[in-house]
């Protein structure tokens, strides 16, 4: 089956970037005056129809989310939505809460993989999905208003509550996508919880689903999410795994939306790896929906080769889980990712889910009885590059369609053979273009992309 190819395209916002809304706490944009905004603006925005309308929003466990937190509350109170609070919870388990709790909007406070210092605001639908551009480009029209209009009367206000059983519901669900008939017994694995989210459920799903578990990152403090620790610093997840000879090592991000899976000898299992593992499990049991799955641009062609192999077919989608989730829903397909450890099982969830990905790898070594490093031994990566060009012209905007980039990289593409591709993007916060490059050979890979990258410096700056 021939690769389909669909690259949807960003429109400017304002305030939403590639996932929700980010920056530096308590600095613009990400201040208790926008959390406000956004608030209001999102309650009036999913305010459709006469009915109680009612929000969850969770959070990690950054300084900042005891600003953004109130904030956002007062907003949706303003405009006469029920508040839900869970506290600290992973992103999947408010997509998961938003419909299994019929609320109108779910909220997650959090900026992922970065440092304390940031933090971030995203948003999910009745459904539990995250927002289209459209959607987002709504919500900050209505943020730019005059909004004591639009405020409901004082005897129509919400209420904020706190809901005590959501981290058990969350865990019962995650304990769900494991088979019955199979347990964690005798396994050993260590977790990495970053000291964010999911401090509280990921080691407690392992322990009660059988396993002896090494937990590390699980004593936040405000400060010290994913620093030095998690998915960022997986090595210390992977040392871990070497001294206490465990079976498997597992590193989240902040927020539990993404993992890092190393084997038994610490050695990383590279993310499409992961994908195309899952894949086969589905397929093998006729559990997999479309005849092909959902990447990126940036998915390895190690496995595309290898889903055409199996007669399956790769939707490259522009990077973003959520334009994953999009693509996913279009073509009926169930499984999705990113090579990051975002990875989207459609029958469990709308976003990517770093425990549930995991117990999937570990569903599959206990089925088969075999190493975790015997079992994502089942394809090739292709040789891949993935670079930074940083530039000093801040007047300069890259284009798909500036000419001069996409000659060179045309004309360099040519040199890497059939196989061979060039991916470049900019970024979205620095002046700074993401240069990704694939070819069967390795040292002819590294060569072009140095030709290439000054090539693009001198025509930016010149």
Known sequence: MKTKNKISQNKKRKYFGTDGIRGRANTYPMTGETALKVGM????????????????IGKDTRLSGYLIEPSLTAGFISMGMNVFLVGPMPTPAISMLTRSMRCDVGVMISASHNSYEDNGIKLFDPNGEKLSD???????ALMD???PSNLVDSTKLGRAKRIEDAAGRYLEFVKSTFPDKFSLKNLKIVIDCANGAAYQVAPRVLWELGAEVISIGCDPDGTNINHKCGSTHPNVMAKMVKKHKADIGIALDGDADRCIICDEKGNFIHGDKIIGLITKRY????????????????TNKGLENYLNSLDLGLIRTNVGDRYVVEEMRKSGCNIGGEQSGHIILGEYGSTGDGLVASLQIIASMVEKNIKVSKLVNIFSLMPQTIESISYNNKDYKYKNSDHFIKEKIKKHEQNLGDEGRIIIRASGTENKLRIMGECKNKTLLNNTL???????INYINE
């Open 41 to 56: 603006a999102a309650g009036e925005y999913f305010t459709r129809g006469k009915h109680k309308h009612n929000v969850v």
């Open 134 to 140: 459209e959607n987002e480009l709504k919500i900050e």
């Open 145 to 147: 208003k005059n909004y």
């Open 283 to 298: 397929l093998d049991q006729g559990t997999l929906k479309g005849n092909a799955i959902i990447g990126t641009k940036m």
């Open 450 to 456: 140095k030709k290439l990258k000054t090539e693009i």
